[in-house]
């Protein structure tokens, strides 16, 4: 699968890039920008891994993550200043990301014969949890917690690739067809700025 | 030991409700809701199993507690203008499920040959692991740091039960005494607001 | 190599103190100063062992990491107003232990065949993790990200261990070689104030 590997890459790229530029904002060192990418780009992949016990986890049983990641930072340090334009394509890039990074966390689950709701949940473990990571060290309240309809995305063609799996469709089309449910979800609600109902202050304070 | 996997399942319950109240009070999206609420719920026996090379680690092995986890969740959403008055119950049942917590991990190093202290450390992250997540994810101080006998209870529950054990005391026994020390200890330290001795700052403002 | 032994017992010493202080001076309990005691202490050595599989990880298959931290929570205890005299010789057993968890976390990176630059990312990670932890736990934005030379020296230290290795020179010398640059570099840097240097706000606010 040399095209699912490639978008993977780009994926690790485009996570490299958000962490190292929260990292670059929050006045890191340039050590520092290197971790928070880092641990972006490969900690949900990583988290996943050692829960399923497989060994090697992502990044040691293949070098290249590290090599793209690294150059993440140099590319970010180099056009800092001409990625805010970039703002869409990189959404695209990490949308793509997201909902390769969910597909194969999914698979991967599956392949080691775990129960397919645990497989779901390992396929947006891969998806989310760098970004969690990152916020945690970077001390701030994971955004996913609070307003991104990001997991969401992800949970949806996570539950479209299992339905098509037991309808035994073809497994590229499976794919294909879950990772657009997971680009179309994520993009619609940024761009109508959904959000998912949360339980309000006025409704909670009742019960508080 | 059925007994003990439905006091498991019920302990996982309060552990998720609790989670669950914090992320609502921090108005988490329904995503982020059920995040803590797991992480509350299995965080502990996750970081036990994964440190102790025990898999398919606990949530992964038994989807049991996927399912009591969504079960709180909405049983925390439909019922949390009550929960407040049934605060007692609620200690009731978190109380409960720490003593087991505590003695299943402090049992689970032992079959997995581990040093006695060891294996009594495994007991204490089971308990206390999935709190201290929680906390960090919603970015406060883990609560167990700063004023909880908590820990201390589940310490001197995990020596009792070493100490049966030594005794060769029958196993039923030596389980139900040592969740009864954990329970009257927690009980009576919140009842009479005991805390542990802590440096304090006029204390230790000499030595910085 | 029991030299070696003993100064990462030491190492793990020095790293236990640096979080009781912590802990103490945040006013944790005595339960909380352990935590955090021990999570600086063996927390980069848990992580790096968890991460590439090695089983049983650090202080479960040595009980002596149990003694040491403790016993370094209880010197902590008794000498914290005598220890902030005693800052230079803790810095010096600081830096000790950061050399010896950098090069004995890159060996046995090597010893499980990894590829040499995942094995020097395992040095640095037994090296500086704790103190992440520590920070993450304590709610600091990590120390090492903002304005530590510390993880420059750790991975300068690692990568004339890793040159010296190709040469094929005799291994003691190896390693003490390496662990004087980590030392000199380290020292060198905190008597001159030096910092890596980071992305200005000036240079970076263009960018967003």
Redesign the interface.
């Known amino acids: 699968m040399d095209i699912i590997y490639s978008i993977d890459i780009i994926g690790t790229f485009a996570f490299a890039i958000s962490g190292a530029l929260v990292?670059?904002?929050?006045?890191?060192?340039?050590?520092?920008?290197i971790?928070?990418a880092f641990v972006t780009a490969v900690g949900g992949g990583?988290m996943r891994d050692?829960?399923?016990?497989a060994?090697?986890?992502n990044?040691?049983g293949d070098?290249n993550y590290?090599w793209t990641i690294l150059t993440a930072v140099v590319f970010t340090?180099l056009f800092?200043?001409?990625?805010?334009p970039l703002r869409r394509t990189m959404f695209l890039f990490d949308t793509i990301g997201i909902s390769v990074f969910t597909l194969l966390g999914l698979q991967k689950g599956l392949n080691y014969d775990?129960?397919p709701?645990?497989a779901l949940?390992m396929g947006m473990v891969s998806a989310v949890f760098g970004g969690?990571i990152r916020d945690?060290?970077?001390?701030k309240?994971?955004l996913?917690?609070?307003?991104?309809i990001y997991?969401?995305a992800c949970?949806s063609g996570g539950v479209v690739y299992l339905l098509l799996g037991y309808a035994e469709v073809h497994e590229d089309l499976q794919f294909i067809t879950s990772a657009l449910v997971i680009i179309l979800i994520r993009t619609v609600a940024v761009v109508k700025e959904y959000?998912?109902?949360?339980?309000?202050?006025d409704?909670?304070t009742?019960?508080?």
């Open positions: 990292a670059m904002k929050k006045e890191f060192d340039v050590f520092g920008v971790i928070i990583m050692v829960l399923i016990n060994h090697p986890i990044w040691i070098i590290i340090f800092r200043s001409k990625i805010a775990l129960h709701f645990v949940v969690v945690v060290l970077t001390r309240v994971p996913i917690f609070k307003k991104e997991a969401s949970l959000e998912l109902p949360k339980i309000t202050k409704l909670f009742k019960a508080s």
